[in-house]
């Protein structure tokens, strides 16, 4: 059960977020999941705009009582959702500064009711057909922050390394609290403190670890209402799901399931959220102010892999003699549309589905053929295509669209045959792939030099965010931007109608998984096989190998355990083994003979030696029995010898 957070102590704001309740009979990867809402303060806003006689602000017991469209009206038990429900009421009754809830300038579309917060954070309606899906990302430019592809890198705009440890004081928080509390305008001009360069840094960052399609505010803001519901158990948890407004129950999932990843991967980001649980003003400010980061984290990768996206463009030969050319930097910019796709021969070849590319190597004329597929694409992109030519209603209807179906051609090798039998085979290992993957976490001056060998210059990602291993999260977003580069829009707009760019990320991220889950089972029992077959081989593995120089990712990710020095899983020992168990007998014995030698000693002790000092003022004259053998010196000596 989670607890709101106590007043923080003058030296330090730490707080923790309690460990998810698991359910029976769930898989081990699942993070298990506790939902519910938090209630805004936008209606609070508006009472003074609204006329005295409109009813009582939407609160979530209204929501939690009530029947939705496409929902059962009795989901579970009443007195379980009642009672999380009102654990979330209490929040509404928070008194909350007026001046710090004016939302700022384009937090809000005016056509948004502003009594209706669920509608104002724009949460829309999700199929429930698919639970696996999130829901669509309006991104534009004045909501969501989506800036212009920028030249500058990560490393430049965090000036120096940050403090990336999990304490956080309570003058930093209240530091960071007052920057979100100010407009866009002001907040130019404005330091902000050390919290602010840490979550601007990270918050670009964002999308690389939960999808480039996934709405990083909604996610904050989902995660945040399930810790203020504190539910108590699984029953609560499914009702919260439930109640959830204009969002299915799978989606309040998937997106906790995000926030939590974000909280184990984001330093200070969980502490920070439990100090904002109390200020629901705030939610929404910090929600915006990393969505904000993470569209401009996307927009730079998107920039700087597209100025280096002809270099790395295969040249194609067959064994007829014609070729396939790259564009060159000029044709590429002279072409109508921002990215080439199905209107370039050779951005064609690398975007078309896997199962057609021996169509597409066999057409007599690519020209036609890359045409008739920008046709079929553009339909798709709109939704419809026409039924009837010669009709005049012009009925539409939606279009399918095979390249939704299947994999790219970028993903394989480029010269890799397709196997029906085998389409598996040698995926992630092409070339292209490769090298678009090394330019952006390894930078551009590792392309071309041996794998693993680390950039020149500047910091690549892969430093500045302490990349020890490469995962699923990382290498189907670096996908999905390449897919994005490969087609036709001129500029990131979120996800089509049809959400075909977020089903590609979950379809590799489901893929990848897999594979990850191997690895690490491999790398705990030592028996991790890399480099017998690159088309075959692990694909973490591969990734590890080709960025960071081993299959086993950082020095850090390997166990110390035997194989560290040679030692084989059939029994035989290696040359390294002998020797390091030959110095070990003989150190041994060195200490065995040693100790006996002391023993010994001790055994037979010595007669005391008589005084070998030179000096004669040590000497104080013979025995008195003893008559001397010589008369005394006439004077002591000038110098000792």
Known sequence: MFHPPKKSSPDNAQSTFPEPVSRPQTHL????????????????????????NVGPPLCLSTVATSTQPGRSSNPGPTSTRLSAARRVDDLTQQDIDEDAQEPQEGDRSHKDNPRDWHAALRFVDDDESEPEEEEDEEDTQEDTGELEEDEDSEDDLLDGELD???????????????FLKLKRKDRVNSKGGRLVQHFTKWGRHCHRLIGAYTDVAKVIICGLSILKARPKNPEDYDACYKAMPNMSAATAQFYMKKFFYMCGKI?????????????????FAFAKFMRVQASAGRSTDIGTLRRSLTSYLPTVVYASGHSILPLSRAQYNTLKTRNAGYYSPSTARLIIPIDERDDFDAADDLAAYCKRKATQHKNYMQGTSQQAKNSRAKRTSVVSFKDDESLPSFLYPTYQKYDPANPQAAIFKGDFFLDMIRHLWKGPSAVGRDLGEPGLGRACLANIYGVTKMTPDYIAYTASIIRFLLLTDARWSGDDKQRSGHRFHVTLHELLLGEYEAWEEDVESGQLACGVDKNVDNIISYFNKCLLGSEYGHPDEQNPIFWDVGYTDDGKDTLRVRILNARKAELEALRDDALKA???MSANPREASQSRSPSVTMFDGPPASSPPTSPPPSSPPSALP
């Open 267 to 283: 330093p200070k980001l969980t502490i920070v959220s439990s100090n904002l649980l109390s200020r629901a003003v705030y939610v």
């Open 29 to 52: 990867r699942t993070i298990p999941i506790v939902v519910c809402l938090i209630a805004t303060q936008l209606a609070r806003s508006s009472r003074a705009q609204a006329p005295r």
């Open 164 to 178: 990336d440890s999990n304490e956080v004081s309570s003058p930093e928080l209240a530091q960071f609290l007052a």
């Open 598 to 600: 002391k023993l010994n």
